[in-house]
């Protein structure tokens, strides 16, 4: 399942409701990304999330479905926020469950890997130093490369 | 044709979106990429280094030979940033 939304979450409330009443789960694994302070020795002040509206849901159900194909998966949660976020503020929750939790850790961590690399989201982080779009890292391309399947 | 531009390739061409009818020549990315730099200075800034833009084409990721036809949404934005 994946959502996209402006408003806030609340992870408890979102797993509770996802594993309700499967008794075939016996292991949970999740992911929550915050707004940092702080970039590039700059102070960040609020950061503002763009998306393509369309692409990103469309794009969301590809990635969560590979990681179904891939991996046991009882269930599976990702959602994104889009807006004006502040220091702290959630932006992301990433959810799997599965009998057992080596394929909620790996599900877990490949959807946020690529996540990271496919979904068409961009930071505009707004910091002392005026407004600046963040650019990608090549540490998020390699993280997503490892899973890779040749 | 529907072109949509994201994060700093909008700031860049001064356009979040614009209805356009390229000449017939243009049958792929990379024909409407070339096209596009000469509509204004922003956008031959915007679209000076295809390293650093993605493109999709009717909601997909496509590279610079795939074709486009006069229906198709294609949108160009930088590599992104979310998580």
Same mark, same amino acid.
């Given at each position: 399942m994946i959502r996209i939304q402006e408003e806030d979450f609340d992870p408890g409330a979102e797993i509770e409701r996802l594993v309700a009443?499967?008794?075939?789960?016996g292991g949970v694994a999740s992911f929550i990304g915050l707004v940092r302070d702080e970039a590039g020795g700059a102070r960040v002040g609020a950061m503002t999330l763009e998306h393509y509206a369309g692409m990103t849901e469309k794009e969301l159900e590809r990635i969560d479905a590979e990681a179904h194909k891939r991996w046991p998966l009882e269930a599976s949660l990702i959602i994104h926020r889009h807006g004006r976020l502040a220091p702290g503020e959630r932006i992301v929750l990433v959810v799997t469950a599965s009998a057992h939790r080596q394929a909620a850790f790996d599900a877990c961590q490949f959807l946020i890997d690529w996540l990271k690399t496919r979904a068409p989201f961009w930071k505009l982080e707004d910091t002392e130093a005026g407004e600046k779009w963040v650019e990608a890292r090549g540490a998020d391309d390699a993280a997503a490369a490892r899973w890779r399947e040749d | 044709m529907k072109i949509l531009y994201f994060a700093w390739l909008k700031s860049r061409t001064g356009v979040g979106e614009e209805e356009l009818t390229p000449p017939e020549?243009?049958?792929d990315v990379g024909g409407l990429i070339a096209w596009l730099r000469g509509r204004s200075p922003g956008h031959a800034k915007a679209l000076a #280094?295809? #390293?650093v833009v993605r493109v999709a084409v009717n909601q997909d990721y496509a590279g610079l030979d795939h074709p486009v036809s006069p229906d198709d949404e294609i949108a160009l934005f930088p590599p992104v940033t979310g998580g």
């Open positions: 009443g499967n008794r075939k789960v | 020549s243009v049958t #280094d295809m #390293d």
